[in-house]
Every structure is written in C-alpha cells, then in structure tokens.
C-alpha cells in the first residue's frame, strides 16, 4: 500500500488494529521462549490467531515479528534464522486475512539502550533495524510500526532504517510511557512527539505499560502536541495470577468503553496490547463503529527539545553563546583530546544562568573528527539538559551531531545559496529540527533592503522543500560597530522580516566585539531589536546587564520569559547529578581531613543520594540524571570503602538475576547501579538465570537479598519458580521481584516482595535489612 | 408465544456522545477532563455491571389487538411484533441509593445512562426483528401519538412480564422499562 492511499483511508475513518500476540499465544498454550519462533514451527497457532482478529474486526494485522531483529534473537540463538522468521511471519499474516486486511510489520527494541544511555552505537542499531525492515519490506507488508520503543534515540534510528529502506512505506511509531507522561528514558510525550512532527514518520502513537484509564491522560497531551495521525494501544491492566494462569483485569467492555474516548481524544488508530485479545477488540470495534476521526485542535506553538527538556521558542529564545572554542584556544585543544570537562561546566552554567538552549561552536573543525562531533553530542546528552543549537560549518560533521542527538535541535546555520541552504534543508527534513538562515550569500549586503531579498529568495526555496517557516529562524546579521558598521541596519532587517511573519535571531555579541562596556551597548541594542520583532538571541547569560534589559524589553511588550526551573541543591548534590566526579572527590577528601571514612559515606554522601532518590521520585530528575549519580558517587563510595575495616562498609549482600528465559538486561543494570551507590553490594548473574542458578549461587554467596528481574509475560512465572525453589531448600533470604511484568498483587501471590523501579528498590532493600524478616 | 431475549452487553452499551448529551455535556468539550471522564466511565461501567436487561416479545396479527393499542402509523400493517424491554431492577435501586446519600450527580449520571442503554437496546432489538419479519412501519411506544400510556398494563399482561409492575399512570416499575410495538406489512414472515 502507498503511503498516500493509507493516509487517505485514516482521514475517512477510525482504523482498527489487532491486540497481542505474547500473552495471547500463552493462553492458547505456547510454553516456548521466544512466540516468534511460532511463525516457523507452529504457523497454524499464529495464523489461528490473526483469524480471530481479523473476525474480530481488526482492519490491521500486525506480522509475529516483534523480537525478531537480529540482537534479540542472537540472544536466544536463533541470529540465523531472521529472515525465514520474518519472511514466514508475513506470509502466515497475509493468508489469515479475509478481506481488505493490512498487514502491518512489526519491529521493536533491541533490548538495549542506545549510546550514551546504552553501550549499542546509533549506526549498529540502525543497521539492525535496516535489516529487519528490508526483509519485511521485501515480504510485502502493507506497512511498518515500530512500537514499544522507550528511548528516543533508539526509535530514530529505526523511523531512519525504514525510511532507508523504503521511501513509500506507511510507517506507525509507537513509545511506551509511565502515568507521568515520560518514558523510563526521561522523554515526556511531549517531546516524542514534537521530534516525531519532523520525521518522516506517518502516525505517532504510544503503547504498552499502562491500562487504558492510566494512558488517557498521556494520550492527551500526545494529541495536543502531534500534528500527525496518532495510533493508541493500551494494556489490558497488569497481569496477575488466577491459579496457574496468568490474567489481565481489564474487561473487553472496560477497555471499548476507554478506547472510545482515546477516539473523541484524536486516535485514528486503535488496537491493544499485552492482554488484549480478540475479544476486546470485537468489542471495541463493534461499540465504536465505523466512524470518521475526529479534528483535533493541535497547539501551534513550537518547540526545540534535548531528550529531557521541551523549549518553547516564543516568546524569546535565549540560546548560550559561550561553547564557542573558536579563539579559546585551551577549549579547543580540549575538545581535540576528547576531554570535555570544560565544555560540560560551560553547558550546565549557561542553563542556571536562564539559557533555553546552547549554541555548540567547536572552533576550527579541520582539525577534529567525526568521532569529536559525536562524542560532544553525545557528552552534552549524558552531562547536560538543554536542547542545541549546533553551529558546525562541515556538512558531514553536522550530519553527525544531527544524527546523533536526541531531541529537536536548531541548524546554526545556512546561507541564503542555494547550493549551502538544500544540503541543510535535507539535515532537518531528514533527522528534524529548526533552521537559522543567515540573510547573505557568499558576502553580506550592506542595506536591510538586500539582506530581506535574500531572504524571501530563501523562503521560496524552503517553502519549495516543504519546510514550514515556523521552523525557521532568520539571521539579520549584527556586525562589529568597532568596525564603522551601522548597527540600525540590522535593527531594520528585523523589523521588515518581521512584518513579513518571519522568526528572526541574531548573534548578539558580534556587535560590541573589540569595544569597552560591551555589555551595556549589547543590552541597549537588544531591547531596539527586541522592540524591532527579535525573537531569539545568541547571547552571553553571564552579563547580567543584557538579560536584566532583555526581561525588561520583553515586558515592554507583554511578553515575559518562561520562568527556568533551577534545582536548588547543596554543592555535594548538585556535583553529583552533573556528574561532576572530580568536584565530589574533592569535597570528600575535604571531609576526610576531620571525619572518619563510615561518617563521611553514610551521612554525608548516602544523605546526598537519598536527597537525589526524592528528586527522582518527585518527577524533578529523571531515570538519565539518576543513572549520571549513581555513576558518578560510585567511585566515591568505592574509595571511601577502601578507608573502611572490612565489614562495616556495606549494608549487604544483594544478588540480581533476569530469570530464565528472559532476556532483557536494563533495567536488573540500573537497579544494579543505584544499589550500589547507596551502599549495597552487588553481585549480579546476568540473564536468563534458572532458578537452581540462583539457588547455587545463593547457598555459595550467601546474599541478604535476591532481586530477581522478569520482564515479559512469558517469564514472569519463573519469578514464582525461583522464589518457591529457594524457600523449599529452606534458605533464608529476602527475594524482590520487579519489571514490566511484575506488579504488587503478583509479587503477593508469588510470595516476593516487589519494587516498582530502581530507587524503590534500593528503599526497599534499606528497609529489609533494617529489620523486617525474611 | 411469548419469547425472551438475552441481549448481548454490546447491544445495550450507550454510545458516549448520547449518553453525554442526556446530561447536558457535549462529549467533545469534555473529552480533555480526564477525571470527569474516568468517573463517568466508572459509571457506565457500574452500569453495565449491575444490569439485567431482557426483552420479552410475541408477534400478533393486527386484528387480534385492540384498535385503541394500533397507532395511525401502522395503517396497512398485517402483523403486530411488541416488546417489553427492561434493564431490570437493580438499577433503579443503585440509583436511589446515590440519591439517598446526597450523589446527584453521579445519580443524574447513571439514570441518562440507563435511560439510553435502554434506547440501545431497543434499537438493536429493532434491527434484529426486522431481519426476522421485513418491511415495517416505525418503532412505537404507548404513550406517544394516539396511544394512551396506561396501554402499557395490557402489553405487560399480553406478554405475561411477572417482573414488571404497571401503575395506573401507565408508569411501569423498574423504571428502566419499556414497551414497544413495530408492525409488519408482510403477515406470512
């Protein structure tokens, strides 16, 4: 199916997608590792299944492909098969339909986390989700939706693979999202889909986690940020055990009743997900009908984003200009031997000082690599928060930080040549984005008459690419008045782009270069152009002069600057969630000279990590930030352990195991990391551990504590088996129990304990050693 | 011959935006409201919950009916079908008990509900007569046109309905019940 015929078919009417396929081929009796092996061995029992969805109304089948890329299934041995899993999974979809079916295929995560998060390479996942999508594509699926995705930049890597593969494929994305609205990565929805509105991606959409009645919340903000179709495909509730099975509470007439108002709300895709089964979609499909999709009113505002944080750009940009290395000669020699300490600090003071964005000018890119490109990128994403504007001159360098970085970052920038504007055009159409282009060619004119010409010959030029104007930022250009030239000419060039409805920033402090007082004259010359229409500026936010007279001006106008959020944390705290080790060494050793080592670890650096646990748990730092801590105190700790008689120094022994069969690795790691940065040590067996693994290494390690990590619904019954092998060999030893298929109620049937995520558990473990029995 | 027919929860499920409207909310300008939303789903589905909805209906040729029962409408009708349709007592109960515990709104709520998940089930029921006996007139109910509401006595004995009681109003106890006459031009069917 072409792109255009599927688009036209999600504006006549409301589309209806199958449920699951993992919890559905267990009741059906599927007792194996991997449901995808299905396709090969037991194709009647998925192509069964897919018959029921197709009777139960599904106007889309998703292929049993879900796990079938190349990383997962090397992980259950099974690498050699890809193509005849995928192949087959497209066959068995297409012979279950019965009518006008779709058959849509379907790809995921690879189960790891993509650099810096993560140890997988961008172009290493990217080829991973290349291969996958060639094989369905050349199978013939309808289409493509990569769904379940919980880091952003992982999900670009794949919306690139397909893209690659396949210009004309209709293509869905899916995230999965907690009740806050943010992925486990630290996105919200909000800035999924901002990033989604740039890529050529045809329907957003999210999944998976959460019940209908917890996503609909999520699902609004979605709705009011995508300018594309949007799909939904909510869990059934969280599973939990009826005798030896396995259920999910949701109803089919509880999640057509949701699933109703995730249509009123904007969806023009509904289907479900884990738990969902023929049934529910029949219901759902019968209770909403064939209806047209309703007009959602979508917020025109625009945004510019870094993984974690969502900007604005009205009413005015304040983008730091002090990652310049450009005449910095230490920065520079820096930034060549990959140290980017100072880069780092110049980030994180640039967004207490009330920046929204940083300008990222690494200097003289001839002699620096690809490999610096990425690694800033990549350093910024991991160090610091706020979205870039990248300012490299190379083209293929900044191809690099654009496919590199996570979030919605601005193009600094491109002339008005063609031939220097459309390879700059094809960046942002291709990895997202907003654009500065400067009002010049090869030199720039002397009148604001000119440099506007030159800009209306760039807006016929974007506009013949596509490009909204909205995502584009025009340059008047500020010249030195040291150098005799007339700064009224730019304050001119504003006004006129202004009239003409365009967006307009400048680099603020060229103006004053070479002259005393700089930043009184760089203030005053702001307000005219802010009075002129300016909305963005690249500026210096260490002169108070300028951002004082900025606000002002700004109020002169009725408008006033999105208040900045600013943690206001003791040093120790805020050098830890910077990830500045060597600052947080610095202060212990401080200590050490009149505490001794215990008092130092337990109440001042334990005390600053439960401080950043309420952070974390109070929506004000995210999993990322977390990590960053817990990664950076752990040294610390290790040194101040080396300080301390054998022992005293740690509160336990906690052993952590995926259980058998599964697979999935992240989140028993960052548990592993946050225990062992508030003082627990760790030994960890890795994954798909059988229970009698565990109870080896139990009776030989002789642990406090057993965490055992179960995320797929196939799995989590080994939870069961673990927890029940170990007390029939009578030993004594809390167990706790977590991942995307654990929850409360199972963990009490089980006989575990459970902890929800990672600072829960390190809670729980202080509370379990504190005293409570086993 | 008095039949009974078990309707399918699909069949007596209100569509939102109706139920809504009933009282007085548009559901596209409430549709942001979560809260609002989630509450008025808890309802529906409590509603659905306690429900006992069924339908006892019998086919009569229009002769064997009194000419006051026959609406001017049904004019060159042969058969006569009439159901009794009702969502059973437990509604009515729950939504008294809400009223009685000072819950208006959540009362108001519930009896649009029931009254419109009563109309869903009368139209499906409607649909699935017409495939059985063909071309008809509309849907009646006593009480509307010419037809005396206290018609609703003589229906409720015609279909021997022990459940339902009929005051001298015409009123019918639960509340959440109806009566409804469709006449069929075809009299073989």
């Not at chain 1, 991991?382 to 490299?392: E, F, H, N, T």
């Not at chain 1, 909204?468 to 010249?479: I, K, T």
């Not at chain 1, 402090?509 to 930043?519: A, D």
């Not at chain 2, 009254?115 to 063909?134: C, H, I, P, V, Y």
Request: hydrophobic share 40%; with cysteine; aromatic share 6%.
């Amino acid at each position: 199916m072409r792109r255009s015929e599927f688009l036209k078919l999600l504006e006549k009417r409301v589309l209806f997608l199958d449920g699951a396929y993992g919890t559905e081929l267990l009741k059906r009796g599927f007792r194996g590792k991997l449901v995808e092996v299905l396709n090969l061995e037991s194709p009647d029992m998925v192509r069964g299944l897919q018959r029921d969805y197709v009777d139960a109304g599904a106007d889309i089948l998703l292929t049993n492909t879900f796990s079938a890329n190349r990383m997962k299934l090397t992980q259950y041995e099974l690498a050699e098969f890809i193509e005849r899993i995928n192949t087959k999974a497209v066959e068995i979809a297409k012979s279950a339909c019965k009518t006008d079916q779709l058959v849509f295929g379907d790809m995921s995560s690879t189960g790891i986390f993509v650099k810096p998060l993560g140890e997988l390479d961008f172009d290493e996942a990217y080829e991973i989700f290349k291969e996958q999508a060639q094989v369905l594509v050349d199978s013939g699926v309808d289409g493509i939706i990569i769904e379940t995705m919980s880091d952003l930049k992982e999900l670009k890597a794949a919306v690139l693979a397909v893209r690659d593969v396949s210009r004309d494929i209709p293509l869905i994305v899916s995230m999965t999202f907690e009740e806050d609205g943010k992925s486990v990565t630290g996105t919200s929805v909000e800035i999924y889909a901002t990033v989604m509105n740039d890529l050529d991606v045809d329907v957003v959409g999210i999944n998976c986690t959460l019940e209908p009645k917890q996503m609909l919340s999520v699902f609004s903000k979605l709705a009011k940020h995508s300018r594309k179709p949007l799909c939904v495909e909510p869990n059934a509730g969280k599973p939990m055990l009826a005798g030896n099975r396995l259920v999910y509470r949701t109803s089919p007439e509880e999640f057509a009743i949701y699933m109703r108002d995730f249509v009123e709300l904007g969806a023009n895709i509904v289907g479900g997900c884990c738990g969902t089964g023929p049934e529910h979609i029949k219901l759902m499909r019968n209770y909403i009908g064939e209806r047209s999709p309703v007009q959602r009113v979508v917020t025109k505002e625009q945004f510019i984003a870094s993984r974690t944080v969502l900007k604005p750009v009205e009413p005015f940009l304040i983008i730091g200009e002090r990652i310049n290395a450009t005449g910095k000669k230490k920065l520079q020699e820096e930034i060549r031997q990959m140290n980017f300490t100072q880069l780092v600090r110049l980030a994180q003071e640039q967004e207490q000082e009330g920046c929204a964005a940083i300008d990222v000018n690494l200097g003289l890119e001839k002699v620096l690599s690809q490999d610096h490109f990425k690694a800033v990128i990549n350093e910024l994403d991991r160090y610091a928060s706020l979205p870039l504007s990248i300012d490299v001159q190379t083209l293929n360098f900044l191809e690099v930080c654009f496919k590199e970085y996570v979030g919605r970052a601005m193009l600094n920038s491109a002339t008005c040549n063609e031939k220097h504007l459309l390879p700059r055009i094809e960046l942002i159409k291709r990895y997202g984005g907003m654009l500065v282009v400067l009002c010049m060619e090869k030199d720039i004119p002397e009148h604001s008459e000119e440099r506007v010409e030159l800009a209306k010959k760039a807006v016929e030029i974007l506009k013949a690419e596509g490009i909204e104007l909205e995502r584009v930022f025009f340059d008047p250009l500020v010249l030195p008045i040291g150098a005799k030239k007339d700064h009224r000419v730019t304050v001119e060039t504003i006004r006129k782009l202004n009239e003409l409805g365009l967006k307009t920033s400048i680099g603020l402090s060229n103006l004053s270069f070479g002259l005393p007082e700089r930043e009184s004259v760089n203030a005053a010359f702001l307000s005219l152009c802010v009075d002129a229409g300016l909305g963005a500026a690249i500026l210096n936010s260490k002169e108070q002069t300028t951002m004082s007279v900025l606000r002002g001006a700004l109020m002169l106008k009725g408008e006033q600057l999105v208040k900045v959020d600013q943690l206001e944390e003791e040093p120790l705290v805020n050098y830890i969630l910077k990830g500045q080790r060597e600052q947080v060494m610095n202060l212990v050793q401080e200590m050490l000279k009149e505490h001794e080592p215990l008092d130092v670890s337990q109440n001042v650096l334990a005390k600053a990590m439960e401080r950043i646990g309420q952070l974390y748990a109070t929506g004000k730092i995210y999993l990322p930030h977390l990590l960053l801590a817990a990664e950076t105190v752990q040294p610390v700790f290790d040194h101040l352990n080396s300080l301390i008689a054998t022992g005293e120094n740690r509160l336990g022994r906690v052993l952590l195991a995926t259980v058998q069969d599964d697979i999935h690795d992240i989140g028993k790691k960052i548990v592993a990391t946050v225990l062992r940065s508030g003082g627990f040590e760790v030994v960890d067996l890795g994954k798909n551990v059988p229970a009698e693994r565990v109870l080896e290494a139990v009776k030989e390690l002789k642990p406090n504590i057993v965490g055992l990590s179960a995320m797929m619904t196939t799995t989590v019954g080994y939870v069961k088996e673990t927890a029940d092998l170990l007390k029939k060999n009578g030993v004594e030893v809390f167990v706790i129990a977590g991942g995307a298929s654990m929850n409360r109620q199972l963990a009490q049937q089980f006989g575990v304990y459970y902890a929800r995520d990672a600072l829960e558990a390190l809670n729980l473990c202080r509370r379990l050693l504190g005293g409570e029995k086993a | 011959m008095v039949e009974l027919y078990v309707p399918k929860i699909e069949e007596y499920m209100p569509d939102k935006a109706v139920f809504l409207a009933r009282t007085r909310a548009r559901y596209k300008n409430i549709v942001g409201e979560i809260d609002l939303l989630v509450r008025f789903n808890e309802l529906f589905l409590q509603g659905l919950r306690i429900s006992r909805p069924i339908v006892h209906h019998r086919v009569c040729p229009i002769e064997e009916l009194p000419g006051a029962l026959i609406p001017d409408s049904f004019s060159g009708a042969k058969q006569v079908s009439l159901f009794l349709s009702t969502l059973g007592k437990n509604i009515d109960e729950l939504i008294n008990s809400l009223l009685e515990e000072d819950k208006t709104h959540d009362a108001a709520v519930l009896d649009a509900w029931a009254s419109e998940a009563l109309e869903t089930l009368n139209e499906a029921f409607d649909r699935k007569l017409r495939q059985r006996f063909g071309d008809g007139t509309m849907r009646f109910s006593p009480g509307y046109g010419n037809v005396d509401v206290r018609w609703n006595r003589y229906i409720v004995e015609l279909l021997k309905v022990e459940d339902v009681e009929v005051l001298s109003s015409g009123i019918m106890l639960p509340r959440k019940t109806t009566t409804c006459m469709i006449g069929w031009y075809d009299a073989k069917k």
